[in-house]
């Protein structure tokens, strides 16, 4: 995996960069460290050796959403670190759990993606508000219904899921950028979506982490413009 240092904070780890990459990240904490997501196959070798190079251990494991693509090398880091505590949201554990029913109070729109069987079940469900270590969980539905986003409050890295996505243009999830098209082809909900982008936006991040593509500094402009492109795409 291809690993690249963003700040104090952030360790962004991507396999298969040159082709179709898929990021996850570990959070340094005080007391460990927090990796959020873990790609289609395991990235615990790559997290047991940055362990080892900060001299912190692994604690937690917080997942964005319940794609195959960020779900499934769970099972390989808890076979590695067990006893750390996996996290997800609330509303998409039920995904999760192979549970694609939407509540009535939902947009009736067929839940799209690929999703892989699980043989695990999530330590903590996780609302809008809750804190997993420095990280505040916020809403973020639109390309799952229970889709949510990490605001990190010491510097306020934004980590994004597939809400958005830098490989091939920033764009938001539901917007098919060419270069880049798979988030787009997953996406259940694009008015939910832009929606998201909408309100995190509104959170002035200072660097931008999403499932695919590079982390992006400053984001602000990008976002305005990534925006901009959806509202007229939806339209």
């Known amino acids: 995996m291809r690993i690249t240092r963003h700040g104090a904070h952030l360790v962004q780890l991507t396999r298969w960069a040159a082709v179709f990459p898929m990021n996850c990240y570990l959070v340094v904490e005080d007391d460990g460290l927090t990796l959020v997501d873990s790609t289609f ?8 050796s940055q362990a080892r190079s900060l001299g912190l251990e692994l604690r937690r494991v917080a997942l964005t959403h ?97 809400a958005l996505q830098t490989r091939g243009g920033v764009a938001v999830s539901g917007v098919v950028v060419p270069l880049f098209p798979f988030p787009a082809l997953a996406t259940w909900n694009k008015p939910a979506a832009l929606a998201t982008v909408e309100a995190l936006r509104k959170l002035e991040p200072s660097r931008l982490a999403t499932g695919h593509g590079d982390v992006l500094e400053k984001p602000a402009a990008a976002m305005e413009r990534a925006i901009e492109a959806a509202r007229r795409a939806f339209a």
């Open 66 to 162: 319940a794609h195959g693509d960020h779900v499934g090398g769970v099972a390989g880091v808890r076979e590695r670190f067990p006893g750390v505590q996996v996290a997800i949201g609330q509303r998409e554990a039920r995904l999760l759990a192979g549970d694609k029913t939407l509540a009535s109070n939902e947009p009736q729109t067929p839940v799209k993606g690929a999703f892989v069987k699980v043989d695990w079940k999530p330590d903590r469900l996780l609302n809008p508000g809750d804190r997993i270590g420095s990280l505040e969980v916020v809403a973020a539905p639109g390309h799952t219904p229970g889709q949510v986003a990490y605001l990190d409050l010491r510097d306020r890295s934004l980590i994004v899921g597939d």
């Open 41 to 48: 196959f395991s990235p615990a070798d790559d997290t047991a």
